[in-house]
């Protein structure tokens, strides 16, 4: 009973939505560079996903026009970048409170929400013999519970973000009042740097050596950021945190479901934007691999810690 009555609630909420907006936005003319930025990342260089549960969807929820009938399972997953430098964990995946977490959600979050948990990154590491203080930090795409939520099994790991998703943080806005909690004493705000970035006008180049680059795209959040990361291999990737949820919103130009948009995102017209920038980035440069944070096939492209990409 209690799963037909939020399928319904899902099914009238997505239509309203819909048929009220129009139904494509466009690519935005962006500048973009001729090729892609110089990057000489160090041959020792890994990537490796830490998958830390699923949740149930459908398309519908996924991307504006999915199909509701479409099973769907949204990633928890987390990105381990290793680097001689430092390590760098993009994002946390579910941690170990999950089952409380999700009861703090509001009503509409928690009747929409079936998720299935896995093991926390911090356990995951601790078993394949990874010493968790080689963590140089956990850079979050931006601080909502599923991507913070992890942060309970990393006690001690600095946790980068920039001033924007700092302010986010402190302001006691129900969306990030987890990350209150799990980030006090240990955020590390970084400054962007005036320096174009595919397009983007600013960027902080982790390492200063092009491997790992973080671009801010506010809008879900105030301070979400985007991760363009360079492979010894040649390889580039790119992680869009929740820009949009899967990978149809960069290959069919589809925004989050209004329902989504208009509950979670902070700023709309900044996310549709963000979302046309990056369509033609992937245009213009089909080379870079574009991962959702919640994109489980997306994310697929990166093996399985202690198995590693480089
Ligand atoms: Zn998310």
Redesign the pocket.
């Known amino acids: 009973m209690w799963r037909w009555t939020r399928w319904l609630l899902i099914v009238v909420l997505v239509l309203f939505g819909s048929s009220f907006l129009p139904w494509s936005i466009s690519p935005q003319s962006v500048t973009l560079p001729d090729r892609l930025p110089a990057a000489s990342p160090p041959e020792s260089m890994r990537v490796s996903a830490l998958p830390t549960g699923v949740m149930h969807s459908s398309a519908m929820l996924a991307f504006r026009g999915g199909n509701p009938m479409e099973p769907r399972d949204f990633s928890m997953t987390a990105v381990l970048v290793q680097h001689p430098r430092g390590d760098l964990l993009i994002d946390t995946g579910f941690g170990r409170e999950v089952d409380a977490q999700v009861k703090l959600l509001p009503l509409l979050m928690q009747l929409t929400t079936e998720y299935d948990k896995g093991t926390p990154v911090a356990d995951q590491l601790s078993a394949a013999a990874y010493d968790i203080n080689s963590l140089a930090g956990v850079v979050l795409t931006h601080a909502?519970w599923?991507?913070v939520s992890g942060l309970d099994s990393l006690p001690k790991t600095p946790i980068l973000v920039p001033s924007s998703e700092q302010a986010f943080i402190a302001s006691g806005h129900e969306a990030s009042q987890l990350a209150q909690q799990l980030t006090a004493g240990r955020l590390k705000s970084y400054a962007f740097t005036d320096k174009p970035y595919l397009g983007f006008a600013q960027q902080f180049d982790v390492w200063g050596d092009g491997s790992v680059v973080l671009v801010p795209a506010p809008g879900h959040s105030p301070g979400s950021v985007l991760v363009f990361l360079s492979l010894p291999s040649g390889q580039r990737l790119a992680l869009l945190g929740?820009l949009v949820w899967q990978l149809d919103g960069i290959t069919e130009l589809a925004e989050k479901p209004w329902i989504a948009r208009r509950l979670i995102d902070e700023d709309t017209d900044a996310v549709r934007q963000g979302l046309s920038h990056v369509v033609a980035i992937a245009q213009q440069f089909p080379q870079i691999t574009f991962i959702p944070?919640?994109d489980p096939q997306a994310m697929a492209t990166l093996p399985v810690y202690p198995e590693t990409l480089r």
Do not use: L, N, P
């Open positions: 909502h599923d991507h929740d944070a919640h």
